[in-house]
């Protein structure tokens, strides 16, 4: 079992920086490909970002490539989201997403991850 803990989320004004951090227990990440996931007040869960193990790939949604940033630490076990030129359409809870994986792998879907944490919200005020 993984468990994951999100954190750094919070209030921003527009064009603003946020570092989303994912802490992961219970197992090594080494193995597992992450991702970033948000969810806005009545809207669907959207893919963000995602990252192989061994962070050889990277994948990011259209919205965020150029702004956002995901990397990984393997020695913290941890998974990091950085956000640059905040947007007020980029409030949402957004989630950290593990699953097990094939090396350089990468996904996109909600479906294709079995861990998931609880989620950070983050807002940005115009």
């Known amino acids: 079992q993984v468990q994951l803990v999100e954190s750094g989320g919070g209030l921003v004004q527009a064009g603003g920086s946020l570092r989303l951090s994912c802490a992961a227990s219970?197992?090594?990440?080494?193995?597992?490909?992450m991702g970033w996931f948000r969810q806005a007040l009545g809207k669907e869960r959207e893919f963000v970002a995602a990252?192989?193990?061994?962070?050889?790939?990277?994948y990011y949604a259209d919205s965020v490539k150029g702004r956002f940033t995901i990397s990984r630490d393997s020695a913290k076990n941890t998974v990091s989201l950085q956000m640059n030129s905040l947007k007020p359409e980029d409030t949402a809870v957004y989630y950290c997403a593990a699953d097990r994986s094939s090396i350089g792998a990468v996904y996109t879907m909600p479906g294709q991850y079995d861990y998931w944490g609880q989620g950070t919200q983050v807002t940005v005020s115009s």
């Open positions: 219970g197992r090594t990440l080494s193995n597992y490909a």
């Open positions: 990252i192989s193990w061994g962070s050889r790939s990277t």
